[in-house]
């Protein structure tokens, strides 16, 4: 079946410093990918997503790039805040099948001042 | 305001006494889903409705019921609770698109424990 594996935290950076967060994919043809994060206490919330391969979905400073030749879609961002501080989520959607996500276990950061 | 909202946020309750969370979404959307969110495990779906009077099994579907009678509603049910059950819940809505995958709208989750 689909699965996600994502890097294991906790992730420590200070502020400005360069974030990656690997993730890479087991499924069938052309997933959707996509990136969510959950800041303390708060559900998720979509940070970005890519719908098919070379695609590059970006939002708030953060990108990732979908690569179907080594299934992987890595997160980053050049210079986090410690606003950033969240869990982020890898997660796919099977092909025509957008009602079901499946997630990677989550990568917890923390970015000190 | 396009939201997905849960009741209870949060709630204690003991084994085998049946209890309902409810889930509703204002933005007209087709699919719904139920996640639970694990240490360690990440998010895992269990169930999911298509439409109305349509639901179907996710990964973690033992010990819930589900019903999907109207389409801005997706109350998840726990007939006879379990220790094992205690987590945080997440519902979610998407809109229905042909050929892609659309957003999931999450809730801002329920917090179970069950003694």
């Known amino acids: 079946g689909d699965s996600v594996t994502q890097m294991e935290g906790p992730v420590t950076l200070s502020e400005e410093a360069f974030l990656t967060i690997n993730c890479t994919y087991t499924?069938?043809?052309?997933?959707?990918l996509f990136w969510y994060v959950q800041y303390p206490g708060e559900g998720l919330q979509l940070l970005l997503k890519?719908?098919?391969?070379?695609d590059k979905g970006s939002n708030k400073g953060f990108e990732a790039t979908y690569r179907k030749e080594t299934t992987s879609f890595h997160l980053e961002k050049g210079s986090v805040q410690v606003s950033d501080s969240a869990v982020y989520f890898c997660?796919?959607?099977?092909?025509?099948?957008?009602?079901?996500?499946?997630f990677g276990k989550g990568t917890l950061l923390t970015v000190n001042p | 305001e396009a939201q997905v909202t849960q009741n209870p946020r949060y709630l204690i309750t003991v084994t085998g006494k049946k209890l309902t969370v409810t889930c509703s979404q204002n933005?007209?959307?087709?699919?719904m889903s139920w996640y639970r969110q694990d240490p360690g495990l990440g998010l895992r779906q269990i169930y999911y409705?298509?439409?109305?009077?349509?639901?179907d099994k996710g990964d973690v579907p033992e010990g819930y019921k589900v019903s999907r009678k109207e389409k801005r509603n997706f109350p998840l049910i726990l007939e006879s609770p379990s220790p094992n059950q205690t987590s945080l819940y997440f519902c979610?809505?998407?809109?229905?698109?042909?050929?892609?995958?659309?957003?999931?709208?999450f809730g801002p989750g329920t917090r179970l424990t069950v003694l």
């Open positions: 890519a719908t098919k391969a070379d």
């Open positions: 997660a796919l959607s099977p092909v025509r099948s957008n009602y079901k996500l499946t």
């Open positions: 409705s298509m439409n109305v009077e349509v639901t």
């Open positions: 933005m007209n959307h087709e699919y």
């Open positions: 499924a069938t043809g052309y997933p959707s």
């Open positions: 979610a809505s998407s809109l229905r698109r042909e050929g892609g995958a659309d957003t999931q709208y």
